[in-house]
C-alpha cells in the first residue's frame, strides 16, 4: 500500500521553510545595518524605536510565511506538489522589498542633500553680505543640477 505523505517530502517542506525563514531574516538584518550605516553617514541619530520596529517587522513577515506555509500544507497531500511553493513565493517577495530598501537607503547616502546642513552653517557664519550671496548662489547652482538630472 502506497503512503500518501512520506517523511522525505515532510523533511523537504520543513527544510524549505525553514530555509525561507532564515533567508528573510538575514535580509532584515541586512537593511537594518544598511539603514544604521545610511544613518550614520548622514550624520542623523539611530533611535531605538527603529530597532523596535525591525523587530515588529520581523513578526509580521513571520506571520505572512507562516500564512504561505499553511497554504503548503494542504499541497503537501498531492503528489504533484513536491514543495512549498506559496512560502518561497512569499519569501521571495520579502526579500525583495528588503532588497528595495537598501537602494534606497543608497539613494539617500548619494544625495546632493546632504551638502545642505554644511551649506546653511556656511550662510549663517558669513561676516559679510557678499560671502553669503556667493553661498546662496552656490545654493542655487546645486538645486539646477538637481532639477536637470530629474
Given at each position: 500500500?502506497?503512503?500518501?505523505?512520506?517523511l522525505?517530502?515532510?523533511?523537504?517542506?520543513?527544510?524549505?521553510?525553514?530555509?525561507?525563514?532564515?533567508?528573510?531574516?538575514?535580509?532584515?538584518?541586512?537593511?537594518?545595518?544598511?539603514?544604521?550605516?545610511?544613518?550614520k553617514?548622514?550624520?542623523?541619530?539611530?533611535?531605538?524605536?527603529?530597532l523596535?520596529?525591525?523587530?515588529?517587522?520581523?513578526?509580521e513577515?513571520?506571520?505572512?510565511?507562516?500564512?504561505?506555509?499553511?497554504?503548503?500544507?494542504?499541497?503537501?497531500?498531492?503528489?504533484?506538489?513536491?514543495?512549498?511553493?506559496v512560502?518561497?513565493?512569499?519569501?521571495?517577495?520579502?526579500?525583495?522589498?528588503?532588497?528595495?530598501?537598501?537602494?534606497?537607503?543608497?539613494?539617500?547616502?548619494?544625495?546632493?542633500?546632504?551638502?545642505?546642513p554644511?551649506?546653511?552653517?556656511s550662510?549663517i557664519?558669513?561676516?559679510?553680505?557678499?560671502?553669503?550671496?556667493?553661498i546662496?548662489?552656490?545654493l542655487?547652482?546645486?538645486?539646477?543640477?538637481?532639477?536637470?538630472?530629474?
Open positions: 500500500m502506497e503512503t500518501i505523505l512520506s522525505e517530502k515532510v523533511y523537504l517542506f520543513l527544510g524549505i521553510f525553514l530555509a525561507v525563514c532564515i533567508l528573510v531574516i538575514v535580509a532584515i538584518m541586512l537593511d537594518l545595518w544598511d539603514g544604521v550605516h545610511t544613518a553617514k548622514t550624520n542623523q541619530r539611530v533611535h531605538s524605536h527603529k523596535r520596529v525591525t523587530i515588529t517587522k520581523m513578526s513577515y513571520w506571520r505572512f510565511i507562516l500564512i504561505g506555509f499553511l497554504v503548503d500544507c494542504l499541497g503537501i497531500f498531492f503528489s504533484f506538489y513536491i514543495m512549498p511553493f512560502a518561497v513565493l512569499f519569501g521571495a517577495g520579502l526579500i525583495v522589498v528588503e532588497a528595495k530598501s537598501m537602494f534606497e537607503h543608497a539613494n539617500r547616502r548619494k544625495s546632493q542633500t546632504l551638502q545642505l554644511e551649506i546653511i552653517r550662510i557664519d558669513c561676516a559679510q553680505e557678499k560671502d553669503a550671496q556667493k546662496v548662489s552656490q542655487h547652482s546645486i538645486i539646477e543640477t538637481q532639477s536637470d538630472k530629474s
